[in-house]
């Protein structure tokens, strides 16, 4: 699944243009000279190494304006006819070959006076979406050797009373333990005071609630197994969860709009979500804006605030083997429930794994009144992203008629995107495909 990256160049293909290979001759020159002008400061083949397309300031290529300019209208048919059916409001990414193609928000901020429109670049609570990136987060700390998957995860919450129960279980939703959501409802006395990670590992502790069946029995999807692997996140690396992933995702890839939503626990649950899209329920007479509430303590399996920019440059760094090694990496996508033919999908590390398309992961999220989706056809490179601000809106049926729509094919993009790793440190000549106006 993951592109090869043993070979430093991605070979130039015959559309490119003489000019455009002239100027990377020489801004790579120039760059070269910048990078290792010392003498001692030797390149050698084992420095050199492929890095993906994560700068959006970059140079455009026009390989084939008429392919590219048909998909596009194909694309904005579709959504334009979901606005005026569904009401469709939110913010689109499509990606194909390795550039962004399609890139539009529809709709607005506001919903209820209908003003302030969305813009691109406009953040978006991701609710369950949020799981691929946790997931990667847990990969990351095996591939460091601070965890193990199979290990049982009283290893790391030592007073989790409930036997058998492993991270790789927690990952495929195989743990069978019932759901915090019920247990908080239940028992928390103040709605206005919020509900965190730890508060849900306490409740578990205190009331002991009778989990669905007995761990790996079967798979069942729920919220808890995420927001356990949030929190062994926390106890493995003595960080903060927001922080680790701060540190090891969104800045090592310039994820700048992408952070972990933590409320106060000092005050009361704020009335909004402050510096994001607001979210809205729609109701027959007029949207209503959703409020903040005292479950978006919990992180993990939600509360990743995002854009579909950022989320593009996250699936780039996994196809590129940017975060792990391919090997490990590549366990995201295995099916982690044996008896996967009784089932219509199947859910690896973080992602669905689609039974209907071979080759394709998903993720879909819904939370109050945000939902998103992530679809990616990894045998055709092609991704789609969407990011709504209402509980309801078309069904994710649209989406997958536009990622495998091969009635348009666009051609391969293939730029020189390596960088030289010298004794002083990094140096980037970057060359990629900057974002089509839509």
Do not use: H
């Given at each position: 699944m993951l592109k090869n990256t043993s070979n430093p160049y991605i070979a130039m293909t015959n559309r490119l243009h003489h000019l455009f290979i002239l100027y990377c001759i020489l801004l790579i020159s120039i760059l070269f000279y910048s990078c290792s002008n010392n003498e001692n400061d030797i390149i050698t083949a084992e420095d050199i190494k492929?890095?993906?397309?994560?700068?959006?300031?970059?140079?455009f290529i026009n390989l084939d304006d008429k392919a590219i300019d048909k998909k596009v209208a194909?694309?904005?048919?579709?959504?334009?006819?979901?606005?005026k059916k569904t009401g469709f409001n939110g913010t689109v990414l499509y990606a194909e070959q390795g550039r962004i193609v399609y890139n539009k928000a529809w709709g607005y901020r506001n919903l209820s006076k209908r003003k302030d429109d969305l813009q691109v670049n406009d953040l978006f609570q991701l609710s369950s979406v949020s799981k691929m990136f946790t997931a990667e987060a847990i990969m990351i700390l095996k591939n460091d050797g601070l965890i193990d998957y199979d290990t049982d995860i009283r290893a790391y919450i030592?007073?989790?009373?409930?036997?058998?129960?492993?991270?790789?279980?927690l990952l495929n939703h195989r743990s069978g333990l019932s759901?915090?959501?019920?247990?908080?409802?239940?028992?928390?006395p103040d709605r206005k005071k919020p509900f965190f990670n730890e508060d849900m590992i306490e409740y578990y502790v205190k009331y002991h609630p009778n989990p669905y069946f007995k761990p790996d029995k079967r798979f069942h999807y729920?919220?808890?197994?995420?927001?356990?692997?949030?929190?062994?996140?926390?106890?493995?690396?003595?960080?903060?969860?927001?922080?680790?992933m701060k540190v090891k995702i969104f800045e090592p890839l310039g994820m700048s709009n992408s952070y972990i939503y933590e409320l106060d626990p000092n005050t009361n649950v704020s009335t909004y979500i402050e510096g994001i899209v607001q979210g809205y329920y729609m109701d027959r007479r007029r949207p209503l804006q959703a409020q903040n509430e005292y479950l978006n303590g919990v992180k993990g399996d939600k509360m990743m605030i995002s854009n579909t920019e950022d989320m593009f440059k996250f699936w780039t760094a996994i196809?590129?083997?940017?975060?792990?090694?391919?090997?490990?990496?590549?366990?995201?996508?295995?099916?982690?429930?044996p008896d996967s033919k009784k089932r219509k999908d199947n859910y690896g590390f973080g992602w669905r794994?689609?039974?209907?398309?071979p080759g394709c992961y998903y993720h879909y999220g819904w939370w109050k009144a945000y939902r998103s989706f992530f679809i990616r056809n990894d045998i055709n490179d092609r991704t789609i992203i969407v990011l709504t601000n209402t509980n309801k809106g078309p069904n994710s049926d649209h989406f997958w008629k536009i990622i495998n729509d091969n009635s348009i094919k666009l051609p391969e993009a293939s730029v020189n995107i390596s960088y030289w790793k010298t004794k002083k440190g990094l140096c980037f000549p970057y060359s990629s495909y900057q974002q089509r106006e839509v």
């Open positions: 492929v890095l993906p397309i994560i700068n959006v300031d970059s140079i194909s694309i904005d048919k579709i959504f334009s006819n979901l606005k030592p007073e989790f009373p409930y036997e058998g129960i492993t991270t790789r279980l759901r915090y959501e019920s247990l908080a409802d239940a028992e928390w729920c919220n808890v197994n995420y927001a356990l692997l949030a929190s062994i996140i926390e106890r493995v690396s003595g960080m903060s969860f927001a922080d680790y196809d590129y083997g940017l975060l792990l090694p391919d090997s490990l990496q590549n366990e995201a996508f295995e099916p982690g429930t794994i689609s039974s209907k398309y």
